[in-house]
């Protein structure tokens, strides 16, 4: 063997050798010479990273190749991915103070800025709960302990020094003296109409003169025969919302526009616009009782009108625009939905915020009141429902089963249905009694934006959808009755009238 065979392999071999080239399927990147006689390399394990150059990947044969620069960042952005979820994984195990000075103060002592500019209370609370987390994932969990220490230690040391200054915050939120005030009323309002509906489905049980199924067949048969009365233009922009008063004989619109209009009824002649609102309506509502109109917009207000078109009160307080809004049945109190992930109950009278309750991990959207007044029922873009007690205050229910957000939800007047709908297409009928679903409407070929049971005795379900349709379906299967076609763009609202058949004026859409 000669010393030209000896050299590194990058040297250019004569032509006149004659061999017989292989062409390889894909060419090995080159690398330098394996260390010979057990001599050791000439670089730090330091260096070696610094000079390693583009990552590379293992075949099955052995030989490693490159690469490619798309690869690397694609599984960069995926490893940042799992980071963020796991991140987001272990701040919501984590336990964040609810009341915001004792979220400046964890803040101050972890060196934190305790406020950011324009920062609100709940994202100061997210802020520390990312900063926790992130303390968590490093494994600084000393200095979370040290901060928890120090804070116990300073509470001990302010109630060993009789220190006045120190405020101790319970473990729940205390509610006001009008809250309680409304609690009572509200408990003593729901006795009273649920032994009414109770007495009445008693008599017409035991009464031999009452047929329940031939009124249901008669009630189907009237809304299988509905035909379009009037199609007027509400507004220039869009129609969000509508809503007829108690009697039926006005109506109420909303639109994207930011003005909500009333017309009369049947004729559909408008005789009162109402202007106040600086950015979209999202909602309207008639009073159960008064003839007083609520509007929500997305300047994060909600407002109070007489059928004159004055402006009487304002709800202020949400720190998101709204989107839902409902009266309760005795008229004295509004709901309120917003996307600052709360919903609020307001005292009509005097405008005061009663409650400010939080449950949902996303934008809180749906809102509806049961027909006795004991009860209300919230959905959010979180694709869950839950019911909630009044009189108490507790989550009682969390429906869970919509796979997309839930946009829409009302009450049977039976007392015991509770039907939604959303994004998945699909409205759902849920037994209060047995806590769980009982009927899957595959309603629509798009989201459903809202659902209504008739009001009088809940014969029937009426469901719009961005389908460009609304449907009828019978209480007592769930079968469809009739399909309601004529828009030209997305149904966006619905209502029933109230009264009693035959004289029902039965559901105008917008």
């Keep these: 063997m000669t010393m030209e065979e000896d050299k590194p392999s990058t040297t250019v071999a004569e032509p006149s050798v004659a061999a017989v080239p292989i062409a390889p399927v894909r060419p090995p990147v080159p690398r330098p010479p394996a260390p010979q006689n057990g001599e050791a390399r000439a670089s730090t394990s330091d260096s070696d990273s610094d000079s390693a150059g583009p990552p590379r990947a293992t075949g099955v044969s052995g030989a490693e190749y490159e690469i490619s620069e798309e690869s690397r960042v694609v599984r960069e952005r995926q490893e940042k991915a799992i980071q963020e979820l796991l991140m987001k994984r272990r701040a919501s195990a984590l336990a964040v103070p609810t009341n915001d000075m004792a979220v400046r103060a964890r803040l101050r002592r972890l060196g934190e800025p305790i406020t950011l500019f324009g920062e609100r209370e709940m994202e100061r609370r997210d802020r520390l709960r990312m900063i926790m987390a992130r303390l968590d994932s490093q494994g600084e969990l000393e200095k979370l302990l040290k901060v928890h220490e120090e804070e ?32 009572i009323d509200i408990a003593k309002y729901s006795i009273k109409r649920a032994a009414s509906r ?5 008599r017409k049980k035991d009464d031999p003169d009452e047929d329940m199924d031939a009124e249901l067949d008669w009630a189907l048969r009237q809304a299988s025969s509905l035909e379009l009365d009037c199609s007027e233009i509400g507004d220039d922009r869009p129609l969000s919302g509508c809503s007829f008063s108690h009697d039926g004989k006005l109506l109420a619109t909303c639109a994207i526009s930011g003005v909500a209009k009333l017309w009369s009824m049947p004729e559909a002649k408008k005789f009162a616009t109402l202007k106040g609102h600086t950015e979209r309506l999202t909602d309207v509502q008639f009073s159960p009782v008064h003839n007083l109109v609520a509007t929500a917009s997305a300047d994060r207000t909600a407002k109070l009108w007489n059928t004159e078109g004055s402006q009487l009160v304002t709800f202020k307080g949400h720190l998101d625009r709204l989107a839902r809004i409902a009266f309760h049945p005795s008229g004295k109190y509004l709901g309120t939905t917003s996307f600052d992930k709360t919903w609020r109950l307001w005292d009509v009278e005097t405008s005061e915020e009663l409650l400010l ?54 009450f049977s007047a039976n007392g015991y249905y509770l039907a939604s709908g959303g994004e998945d297409n ?73 009264g009693k058949f035959p004289n029902q004026r039965l559901c105008i859409f917008f």
């Design 152 to 183: 116990e230690a300073a509470a001990s040391a302010a109630l060993e020094d009789g220190d006045d200054q120190m405020v101790q915050y319970p473990f729940y939120t205390e509610g006001s003296k009008a809250l309680m005030n409304a609690r």
């Design 198 to 202: 109770l007495e009445r489905a008693r």
């Design 357 to 410: 309750q939080e449950g949902h991990s996303r934008s809180v959207y749906g809102i509806a009141f049961h027909p006795d007044g004991s009860l209300v029922a919230s959905s959010g873009l979180d694709a869950l429902a839950r019911v909630w007690d009044l009189r108490t205050g507790r989550s009682i229910l969390a429906l869970e089963g919509h796979v997309k957000k839930v946009l829409a939800l009302s």
């Design 426 to 498: 699909t409205c759902r009928i849920w037994d209060l009694r047995k806590k769980k679903s009982i009927y899957i409407i595959p309603a629509h070929s798009n989201l459903i934006s809202q659902v209504k049971f008739e009001p009088q005795e809940g014969y029937f379900l009426v469901t719009a959808s961005y389908d460009l349709t609304t449907k009828i379906w019978s209480a007592r299967d769930f079968k469809p009755v009739r399909t309601l076609s004529g828009h030209e763009a997305k149904v966006t609202s619905l209502d029933i009238a109230g």
